[in-house]
């Protein structure tokens, strides 16, 4: 089934520690995108990219990053910089920006 | 400013009943706007897609509709059931010619009681 991998879905982390969580597409989509979703507020986008070896910065991208080697992967590193990093994480893809966006089934980040 | 707004925050109905979700916007240049659920501790699932040409899309017992003029689409939920409790958002993506910006309504919480 064509769809959106996110990976852990559950992760635990002592302050000071960067993580990386996994995100997989087998839409064939160039556009994938991060989001942090926190309890009573709206998305909020960290990280998007429209092609390989290409991303930007969302309204939120301090103490994170990211890369896109490959057209199915863009893994978000959160970094020991991000001073609030417990929150839920969301990525999505689209085929190109502007289209239909699908979402995976997020990953929950717990700092100690 | 472009802003989207979803009004109730929350909705409690009865089993069975039809019902109407609000979206608005601020902003008539339009692209698209794309309606969502999200059960909690889940992801979005995508329901309806409505292109800035066309006025509703239907699927199932959902239809939504967009009007630009007035600034305001509604998702409508036919014969609603239990399942259908969940958190409703609406995304609205503004621009065009490729410089987009995608907006996100807060979400109506759905809670639909046998």
């Known amino acids: 089934d064509g769809g959106i991998t996110q990976s852990p879905k559950y992760l635990f982390r002592k302050e000071g520690q960067n993580v990386t969580l996994s995100c997989e597409q087998n839409?064939?989509?160039?556009?994938m995108y991060w989001y942090r979703q926190d309890p009573g507020q709206g998305l909020r986008l960290i990280y998007y990219?429209?092609?390989?070896?290409?991303?930007q910065k969302g309204d939120i991208a301090e103490g994170y990053s990211v890369s896109r080697e490959k057209k199915e992967s863009f893994p978000l590193t959160v970094t020991s910089a991000q001073k609030n990093p417990t929150a839920f994480y969301l990525c999505?893809?689209?085929?190109?920006?502007?289209?239909?966006?699908?979402f995976g089934e997020g990953s929950r980040l717990t700092v100690l | 400013k472009q802003e989207v707004t979803q009004i109730p925050a929350a909705l409690s109905v009865p089993e069975g009943e039809n019902l109407v979700l609000n979206c608005s916007f601020t902003?008539?240049?339009?692209?698209?706007l794309q309606w969502f659920r999200q059960d909690p501790g889940k992801g979005l699932t995508s329901l309806l897609l409505?292109?800035?040409s066309q006025r509703e899309q239907t699927s199932g017992r959902l239809n939504a509709s967009l009007d630009k003029s007035s600034g305001r689409s509604t998702l409508y939920i036919a014969a609603s059931q239990p399942g259908d409790s969940a958190t409703y958002l609406c995304?609205?993506?503004?621009?065009?010619?490729?410089?987009?910006?995608?907006?996100w309504g807060a979400g109506t919480k759905l809670i639909i009681k046998p």
């Open positions: 902003d008539s240049a339009i692209y698209n």
């Open positions: 839409l064939n989509h160039d556009a």
């Open positions: 999505a893809s689209s085929t190109g920006v502007g289209g239909e966006l699908f």
């Open positions: 995304a609205v993506i503004f621009g065009m010619d490729s410089n987009y910006q995608l907006i």
């Open positions: 409505i292109q800035s």
């Open positions: 990219s429209q092609i390989v070896n290409d991303f």
